[in-house]
């Protein structure tokens, strides 16, 4: 079974930095992109960033230039280091592996971590 495991939420003041992990765990062979979603309080969850296997990057318009996402595909690991936070980077933080495939099995499934609260304070 696979599981994702995020780390590094917090409080923190504005304009401090936080770095967010989420690691894939399980008899994984390959997994596509791995992305990175936030859920505001009361609002809907959107995508943050994104990064392919072989390292093309997206990123939402309110966090370029501000956020670096990043992966160990040998870790199977996916970082989001987020620098110069604002109140409004207030949110809970997911992360997303998709067609990930697994030792043994002929499908591939996209999986979510449980989501790590990151809160900026003014």
């Known amino acids: 079974q696979v599981r994702l495991v995020e780390s590094g939420g917090g409080l923190v003041q504005a304009g401090g930095s936080l770095r967010l992990s989420c690691a894939a765990s399980?008899?994984?062979?390959?997994?596509?992109?791995m992305n990175w979603f936030r859920q505001p309080p009361g609002k809907q969850r959107v995508l943050v960033a994104a990064?392919?296997?072989?390292?093309?990057?997206i990123y939402a318009d309110s966090v370029k230039g501000r956020f670096t996402i990043s992966r160990d595909n040998a870790k199977n690991t996916v970082y989001l280091q987020m620098d110069s936070l604002k109140p409004e980077d207030t949110a809970v933080y997911y992360c997303n592996a998709e067609s990930v495939r697994e030792s043994g099995s002929l499908y591939e499934r996209d999986y979510w971590g449980q989501g790590t609260q990151v809160t900026v304070s003014s």
């Open positions: 990064i392919t296997s072989g390292s093309s990057t």
């Open positions: 399980g008899s994984i062979t390959s997994i596509s992109d």
